[in-house]
């Protein structure tokens, strides 16, 4: 089963009054890109995470978001006294200078501790080797999570690639069959062409009248191009089915399509006929439609 390159994921661990949070994003990208974003007393942890994501995944833009709380029993609040004493003096000054008295602006309890500098909240230094073992387990169950989001949407994908193959296999018939009609039209016009000739001049040049009619022959068979098409179609499926965990396919489906253009762009090269060159834009149209799908398959 075909894997998506879009999905989130989210794990959270609690370790002695810490909380640790753990959230996965990844779009679609050429390659493994990977993003990990720490607080600062697990910086030295992004190496091995980046390590353990790689394990599990082969492409995509993966962001790695991780958080760290503490309970109010892991924090404590420190006042700097000397500083609260500073502002309260400075605000007698102010009101015997300025002879406020009581409609000066007093300094309770609660307005001091509101002034810049006077408070600081203090966390509990946090040992990184207490945290190793829960991260790694947050990190794989949010990777595993983000994989199983990829995976129903590789279901989806699937379905609507294997839709637009369909008919891409439908359309490739459709040359097949117009393909003999072209040819033949093309044989009639040469022949009426040369009975014209012969009726005005009286003579005819059979030998180079079969020489154009080969020519013309050559020049408008797509047999080729007709079983190359269906020969990557039927490996484009066998690519699709060959998918899995550990087995992206998104590059080589991607080539793929792009030998599917190329058959595409010679069968419209040759198709001196209308029908025929319509069958061959609706072509174009489908396996455009197929890449875009294909951009997000891993």
């Known amino acids: 089963m075909i894997q998506s390159m879009t999905g989130f994921g989210r794990a959270r661990r609690e370790v002695e009054g810490l909380g640790l949070e753990v959230e996965m994003r990844s779009v679609n990208h050429r390659h493994l890109d990977l993003r990990v974003r720490l607080p600062r007393v697990l910086n030295d942890r992004e190496s091995a995470i980046k390590k353990q994501i790689q394990s599990e995944l082969s492409r995509g833009k993966v962001d790695v978001t991780v958080n760290l709380t503490m ?18 003096a400075a605000a007698r000054s102010l009101d015997e200078k300025h002879s406020l008295g009581s409609e000066g602006g007093k300094l309770d309890g609660a307005s001091l501790l509101a002034l810049p500098g006077v408070t ?51 359309l490739a018939i459709r040359f097949e069959s117009r393909a003999g009609e072209v040819l033949s039209v ?9 009975d014209q000739i012969k009726r005005e001049v009286g003579l005819v040049d059979e030998a180079r009248l079969y020489q154009e009619i080969v020519i013309a022959a050559d020049r408008l068979d797509i047999t080729e191009e007709l079983v190359r098409l269906q020969s990557h179609v039927a490996q484009f499926r066998e690519t699709l089915q060959s998918a899995g965990r550990g087995h992206p396919v998104g590059r080589r ?39 875009e799908q294909v951009q997000n398959v891993e």
Request: proline share 3%; no cysteine; charged share 30%.
């Open 71 to 88: 309970d109010s029993a892991a924090t404590s609040l420190e006042i700097d006294e000397h500083l609260a004493s500073q502002y309260v």
């Open 120 to 170: 600081r909240v203090v966390e509990t230094e946090v040992d990184p080797a207490l945290l190793e073992g829960p991260l790694a387990d947050a990190i794989h169950e949010a990777t595993q999570a983000m994989i199983a989001m990829r995976a129903i949407e590789g279901e989806s994908l699937l379905i609507e690639v294997e839709t637009r193959l369909n008919h891409v296999e439908e």
């Open 186 to 194: 093309a044989k009639q016009r040469l022949q009426k062409r040369a």
């Open 253 to 291: 489906l991607d080539f793929l399509l792009q030998e599917l253009g190329r058959e595409a762009n010679t069968v419209g090269s040759k198709a001196n006929d209308a029908p025929l060159a319509q069958d061959v834009v609706e072509l174009k149209t489908e396996l455009e439609r197929i890449r």
